[in-house]
């Protein structure tokens, strides 16, 4: 099983910065990829970044240029730098990892609890 467990989240002025970090702990041979989703008041869940174990990112158009996801694959760590935040940034969150559990065992996926980010003045 893995555990992600996010940090970092809470009240940033339009225009700041805040930083969210995840932390996979657990019994695990290998996390793959490792991404940010978010939920807005009364929208779905969506991507807002990815990043592979070799460093490959993807990013969403509404936030290219202005997030930066980077992991350090030594502490199992993922991280979200949030710049030039807007208040359509405001949703929960959530740190998604692709792991495998053991050699020869399939992979799964797992999910942090999710942290809130509130981008008002």
């Known amino acids: 099983q893995v555990q992600l467990v996010e940090s970092g989240g809470g009240l940033v002025q339009p225009g700041g910065s805040l930083r969210l970090s995840c932390a996979a702990s657990?019994?695990?041979?290998?996390?793959?990829?490792m991404a940010w989703y978010r939920q807005g008041p009364g929208k779905q869940r969506e991507l807002v970044a990815a990043?592979?174990?070799?460093?490959?990112?993807n990013y969403a158009d509404f936030v290219k240029g202005r997030f930066t996801i980077s992991r350090d694959n030594a502490k199992n760590t993922v991280y979200l730098q949030m710049n030039s935040a807007k208040p359509e940034d405001t949703a929960v969150y959530s740190c998604?990892?692709?792991?495998?559990?053991?050699?020869?065992?399939?992979?799964?996926?797992?999910w942090g609890q999710g942290t809130q980010v509130t981008v008002s003045s």
């Open positions: 657990g019994r695990f041979f290998r996390i793959n990829d």
């Open positions: 990043i592979t174990s070799g460093g490959t990112t």
């Open positions: 998604f990892a692709a792991a495998v559990p053991a050699p020869a065992v399939a992979g799964a996926v797992y």
